[in-house]
C-alpha cells in the first residue's frame, strides 16, 4: 500500500476499483456526502448528467456509480474501461452539512483494486479547515492508463459552488447575468492550467500538489461576482427621484382649466377646491344634488366585510380529531387541545411515473423565509442539513422507511429559529422531467416519535412544469405551526429557481 500525501499520485493497477472515504462518526459532527464529476479536457463536465451523487447515484454509461454507505463511510465503485473516451477526469468530491471539515476527525480516502481486495494507496492528511466542500481526489488518463491523485483541495461556498465552477448548473442564473465578467472569465481560467500541469507530473513525489493546487484553487474567484448584483439596484432607485419634479408641471396645469370654469361658475369654482381634502363637508354643501350622498352610504357597509377576513384564523382545524386531509389551499393548526406543542416531525414527500416501467427521480428541498419573505436557508441534494440539525433532508429513501416516501425531511420544530417564520416544501425535476410524467405527488406530515400521520396533501393536477411548490408549515403568533397546501407548479430544475415563486405564493 502507498501512503500519498498531497498532490502525489500512483498508478491503478486494476481496470475496476473502489475509492472509500472513511471518518469517525460523531453526534456532533457534520454529515459527509460523496460524490463524483466526469470531466473532459475543458475542465469541466459535459452537461449534469456528468455529475454523479445521492440521487443519481450511477452515470449514463454505467461505468461510475455509488457504493455502499454508512455512518462513517461512503464509497465510489469506477470500472475503468467502460470510461468514454472523452472523460479524462473522475472527480472524487466530499461535502459536509452541518460545519466544515476541520469538525470532522479521521478523514481519509483509500483506493482499493476491486478484483483482488487490495488495498492500492491512502490518503489522509488533506489539511482542511473551513472548507464544507473538497476534492479529496481523482482518477485520470495518464499515457493510455489511469492514475489517482491525492488533491485535498477545499471550497468555501460547499457542494453548490464547487459543482458550480465544474460546469454543473444548480439554477443560480437569474445573479450570474447581471455581472457580465463572472460567467466570462472565472470559469475559463480555471481548466487551462490543468492539461499543462499534468505532462510535467513524475510518476510519483509530491509536485503534482503544487500542480493541483493552481487548477482547484480557481474556483475561489467567482465570490466577487454576486457582489455586483446588488449594485445595480442603486440605477433604477435615482431614475423613481425624476418623476415627483414632474408632477409639480401638472400641479400648475389645473390653473388653465379653471379658467374656463369660472365664466360659468365663477361663484362655484373656488369652493370646489377647498372642498375636495374634507371629502364629509361636500354632503352637507351639495344638498340639492341627491347622488353625491350615496357614496358616504355605500363606504361603511365596506368596512365590516374585512373584518369577516380577518375572523378565518380561528376557523382553521387543528388536530384534535386526529389525521387531516387537506385539499389544495387548505390549512390546519398543528396543535391538539391540552397536548403540548408540536416538536419532532418529518416531512415525507412522494410521487409516482404516470406510466408504468419509466423511472422519476425528483428532489424534495424546503426553503426557511422569515416574515418579510427574505430567504434565510435551503435545505436541498447539495446542503442536507441546518440550523444545528433542526431541519436534515435524509435524501432517497433506499431503506424502504417511511410507507413509501421517496424523500424524508426531518423537523425539531422546537429547535428551528425565532427569525425562521416560514418553512416551504418543494420538489423538482434535476433531470428535467414534466410533472406530467408524474401522478400521486403528496406531501405528509408525521409525528417522529409515534409515526403516526398527522396530515396529508395529495395532489391531484399535472402540469408541463418541472418543480412544484407543494406544502409550507407557518410559524404563529402564539409560536405554534400551521400546514397550509398550496400545490402550485413552476419551473425550476433545482428549488434555487422556486425561491421567488414560492415567497409569492405565501404572499411575502
Do not use: C
Request: charged letters at 15%.
Amino acid at each position: 500500500m502507498t501512503q500519498l500525501t498531497k498532490g502525489a499520485n500512483v498508478a491503478v493497477p486494476s481496470d475496476a476499483v473502489n475509492i472509500v472515504v472513511t471518518w469517525t462518526a460523531a453526534p456532533q459532527a457534520p454529515t459527509v456526502d460523496l460524490s463524483t464529476l466526469l470531466v473532459t479536457a475543458t475542465g469541466k463536465v459535459r452537461d449534469d448528467s456528468d455529475f454523479v451523487f445521492y440521487n443519481a447515484p450511477q452515470h449514463a454509461s454505467g461505468a461510475v456509480r455509488l457504493g455502499p454507505s454508512s455512518p462513517g463511510s461512503a464509497s465510489v465503485e469506477a470500472h475503468l474501461t467502460g470510461v468514454e473516451g472523452v472523460v479524462e477526469r473522475i472527480v472524487v468530491v466530499l461535502s459536509a452539512d452541518g460545519g466544515p471539515f476541520s469538525q470532522v476527525p479521521g478523514l481519509t480516502v483509500r483506493v482499493d483494486d476491486a478484483t483482488s481486495g487490495q488495498v492500492v494507496a491512502q490518503f489522509g492528511d488533506m489539511g482542511a479547515t473551513s472548507e464544507t466542500a473538497l476534492v479529496a481526489g481523482e482518477l485520470y488518463r495518464r499515457a493510455g492508463a489511469w492514475k489517482f491523485r491525492a488533491v485535498g483541495q477545499g471550497w468555501d461556498s460547499g457542494l453548490a459552488g464547487l459543482a458550480t465552477d465544474f460546469g454543473i448548473s444548480v439554477d443560480d442564473a437569474p445573479e450570474q447575468p447581471s455581472s457580465s465578467t463572472a460567467p466570462a472569465a472565472t470559469p475559463a481560467s480555471a481548466p487551462a492550467p490543468a492539461p499543462a500541469l499534468r505532462p510535467a507530473e513524475p510518476s510519483q513525489g509530491e509536485q503534482p500538489g503544487s500542480d493541483t493546487s493552481q487548477p482547484y484553487a480557481a474556483p475561489v474567484s467567482p465570490t466577487p461576482a454576486p457582489l455586483q448584483p446588488p449594485q445595480q439596484p442603486s440605477a433604477p432607485q435615482q431614475a423613481p427621484l425624476q418623476p415627483p419634479h414632474q408632477p409639480q408641471a401638472p400641479l400648475q396645469a389645473p390653473l388653465p382649466h379653471q379658467a374656463p370654469l369660472q365664466p360659468p361658475h365663477q361663484p362655484q369654482a373656488p369652493q370646489y377646491e377647498p372642498l375636495q381634502p374634507p371629502h364629509h363637508q361636500q354632503a352637507p354643501q351639495q344638498v340639492p344634488s341627491p347622488q353625491m350622498a350615496p357614496p358616504p352610504q355605500m363606504a361603511p357597509p365596506q368596512m365590516p366585510l374585512a373584518a369577516p377576513a380577518t375572523q378565518a384564523a380561528p376557523s382553521v382545524v387543528n388536530l384534535d380529531k386526529g389525521h387531516v386531509s387537506l385539499r389544495k389551499g387548505d390549512r390546519v393548526s398543528l396543535t391538539k387541545t391540552g397536548a403540548p406543542p408540536m416538536s419532532r416531525v418529518f416531512m415525507g414527500l412522494g410521487w409516482d411515473p404516470a406510466k408504468r416501467g419509466r423511472n422519476i427521480d425528483l428532489d424534495a428541498s424546503v426553503i426557511a423565509f422569515d416574515a418579510r419573505g427574505r430567504e434565510l436557508e435551503i435545505v436541498w441534494f447539495m446542503h442536507k442539513k441546518e440550523f444545528g440539525g433542526a431541519i436534515v433532508h435524509l435524501g432517497d429513501n433506499l431503506t424502504g422507511q417511511g410507507d413509501g416516501d421517496d424523500e424524508i425531511i426531518t423537523l425539531d420544530l422546537t429547535a428551528i429559529p425565532p427569525a425562521v417564520a416560514h418553512l416551504v416544501f418543494t420538489i423538482n425535476s434535476y433531470s428535467g422531467q414534466k410533472f406530467t410524467d408524474v401522478r400521486n405527488a403528496y406531501a405528509r406530515l408525521v409525528d417522529a416519535q409515534s409515526g403516526a400521520e398527522l396530515v396529508r396533501f395529495s395532489l391531484s393536477e399535472s402540469d408541463r412544469a418541472t418543480g412544484v411548490v407543494i406544502a409550507a408549515l407557518s410559524r404563529t403568533p402564539q409560536g405554534t405551526w400551521d400546514m397550509r397546501a398550496i400545490g402550485q407548479f413552476a419551473n425550476g430544475r433545482t428549488v434555487k429557481k422556486l425561491v421567488k415563486p414560492a415567497a409569492q405564493m405565501l404572499g411575502l
